[in-house]
């Protein structure tokens, strides 16, 4: 089954950060073995940059770009005028982080579980792993 994944989930993948879940990092590692499929919304690329600049996150973005163009399992989802569309739907009361509201309407657009630790993300009516 393929997923959609949030910012910190692949961030905690590619660091093997400890604060992944199990169900997660199984998800990522079949990702990474060609069994499983994991989207990339591309705000998440743009939200990485952003962490980075902040030093909130210690990620290179060209490694993570050249290791995900490696991989026909990690497929990034351009934003564009169904998911900014389908954004509405995600009520801005109860997720107020604009990147997170593109990210839960990419699960939404693609009718696939997302892969979040996020409270107010799981709160939502989709599908989530963690």
Known sequence: ???????????????????LSLAARRVFESADQGNETVHIPCISLFELVYLAEKRKVSIDL????????????????????PVITQSESVPRSSVPDPWDRLIAATSILLKLPLITRDPALRGLDISTVW
């Open 1 to 19: 089954m393929p997923f959609v994944t949030d910012t910190h989930a692949l961030v905690w993948h590619m660091t093997r950060d400890p604060r």
């Open 62 to 81: 060209n490694t993570l770009l050249a290791r995900i163009s490696s991989s026909t399992n990690y497929p990034v989802e351009p934003m564009y005028a």
